[in-house]
């Protein structure tokens, strides 16, 4: 097994986040605008040239990926690439374990296939549990398909997380129904700040909701026992004593978690990012399609982790509701 490369500041790059596709069949008020325009076909890396990329990263020590978008699910042909990916897992140079973030509104079709090709867990974005709030803050989606997806993962073994994006005035008096129906169904939540990414025709600074005053609400009903559980990722946990399921947070704005963040971003156009909550990239298309061997391939990617920030400098601009980073997050991978 390859030691993984370090970052500047000493951090092992050990996880690995691939958007398949900035397409997606939501809308979500946090994450686009209504009207998207989307990249062309032929801006996007096929399957073989997101497998290369992946089996690259692997020999550099990278052990988890997470496939995500937009929606991975709506990606022609993409369980192709889950299976070809799944086959590496536990293998030398190969992956500790492969995972998928999704809306959920594909999964009754997708999810026996998932387990078959080796996934253990994934995370499904859902923000309400009341079908009209749920068509609002989707823009035009129902939440039967993602509801029956949601099922359909359960019954496959899938371990299902819920991931919530908390919104000031929108979903936050939703948070106790969410926790008793996680504990009810056998899931863990997380719940995710509002990031500045991306104009999304709406006002961020009445959206941003902060977690430090979501926790000390929920501890009026829920007993919260901090935990040292982790999954990888930038998420800090704490156990329901009520339900015996875990409870995320994640908080890019009020608690800049970048001190352990062992992750890079891969776009379906091949372009790097070393932070989500920065602009620098490298373009591995380029490299790619420059006929670039195995070799000039992990030096590339060595040299863009070698540029990789300390942090992220999301900020809320009350002012002018600008987004700290102008690319929506559909483009980079949640």
């Known amino acids: 097994m390859s030691p993984p490369v370090l970052d500047p500041f000493g951090r092992a790059i050990t996880y690995l986040r691939i958007s398949v596709t900035d397409r997606c069949d939501l809308r979500c008020v946090y994450c686009?605008?209504?009207?998207?325009?989307?990249?062309?076909?032929?801006?996007?890396?096929?399957?073989?040239?997101l497998e290369r990329l992946a089996a690259a990263f692997m020999r550099l020590g990278t052990r988890k990926l997470r496939l995500t978008g937009g929606e991975p699910l709506v990606r022609r042909d993409v369980i192709r690439l889950i299976?070809?990916?799944?086959?590496?897992?536990?293998?030398p140079d190969g992956l500790?374990?492969?995972?998928?973030?999704?809306?959920?509104?594909?999964?009754?079709r997708?999810?026996?296939?998932?387990k078959a090709a080796g996934m253990r867990r994934i995370n499904v974005s859902l923000d309400t549990l009341d079908p009209a709030r749920f068509t609002h803050m989707t823009r035009w989606?129902?939440?039967g398909p993602t509801l029956e997806g949601i099922a359909a993962a359960k019954a496959a073994g899938l371990a299902v997380k819920i991931n919530t994006v908390a919104m000031k005035g929108v979903n936050?008096?939703?948070?106790?129904?969410?926790i008793a129906w996680c504990g009810q169904e056998g899931f863990d939540l997380c719940l995710i700040e509002t990031m500045p990414m991306g104009e999304i025709s709406e006002d961020r600074t009445a959206q941003y909701l902060p977690l430090s005053l979501v926790r000390a609400r929920l501890r009026r009903r829920w007993t919260l026992e901090d935990t040292d559980y982790r999954t990888g990722g930038p998420a800090r946990y704490a156990t329901v004593r009520e339900t015996g399921r875990r409870i995320g947070f994640i908080t890019p704005m009020t608690h800049n978690f970048c001190e352990s963040c062992n992750r890079v971003r891969l776009t379906c156009t091949g372009t790097l990012y070393m932070c989500l909550g920065q602009d620098d990239q490298a373009d591995l298309r380029a490299v790619l399609r420059g006929g670039a061997d195995d070799a000039a391939l992990d030096a590339a990617i060595r040299a863009a982790i070698a540029r990789k920030p300390k942090g992220h400098?999301?900020?809320?601009?009350?002012?002018h509701a600008a987004p700290s980073v102008g690319r929506h997050m559909s483009l980079t991978g949640g």
């Open 32 to 49: 686009m605008a209504e009207e998207m325009t989307f990249l062309p076909k032929r801006d996007l890396l096929s399957l073989e040239e």
């Open 83 to 91: 299976e070809r990916l799944g086959a590496r897992i536990g293998t």
């Open 96 to 108: 500790d374990e492969l995972t998928l973030t999704t809306n959920g509104t594909q999964l009754a």
């Open 110 to 114: 997708f999810a026996a296939g998932l």
């Open 141 to 143: 989606g129902k939440i």
């Open 172 to 178: 936050e008096d939703e948070f106790d129904a969410l």
């Open 313 to 319: 400098d999301f900020v809320i601009d009350r002012r």
